[in-house]
């Protein structure tokens, strides 16, 4: 069975840091695009940033570029949100997901997805 679970959520004020990580089992993800989302409540689930297989050049949303980086390490089969300069509109339950076949912003693409963790950022 095919599992992604996030973890290192938490609460943190504004500016703190923290990071995320997503474990994968039941296959290797190796060759597999990785990404992450944020649902905020009564909002869409939204785009963040994504990693392709061979780890190199991720790409983020403009809301969190600068302050957030994503790497992977194959041989764990783990992918990492670097969360720093976090603001409470940063709030929401943060999502990884593999393996998209399409658009890597859509949430419609990814076929793998990890039940979530709450990230809650006070002012």
């Known amino acids: 069975q095919v599992q992604l679970v996030e973890s290192g959520g938490g609460l943190v004020q504004a500016g703190g840091s923290l990071r995320l990580s997503c474990a994968a089992s039941?296959?290797?993800?190796?060759?597999?695009?990785m990404g992450w989302f944020r649902q905020a409540p009564g909002k869409e689930r939204q785009f963040v940033g994504v990693i392709g297989w061979s780890g190199g050049s991720p790409f983020y949303a403009d809301s969190v570029k600068g302050r957030f980086t994503i790497s992977r390490d194959v041989a764990k089969n783990t992918v990492s949100l670097e969360m720093n300069s976090l603001k409470p509109e940063d709030t929401a339950v943060y999502y990884c997901?593999?393996?998209?076949?399409?658009?890597?912003?859509?949430?419609?693409?990814?076929?793998?997805w990890g039940q979530g963790t709450q990230v809650t950022v006070s002012s």
């Open positions: 039941g296959r290797s993800f190796s060759r597999s695009v």
């Open positions: 997901a593999a393996d998209p076949r399409g658009s890597f912003y859509s949430t419609q693409s990814y076929h793998y």
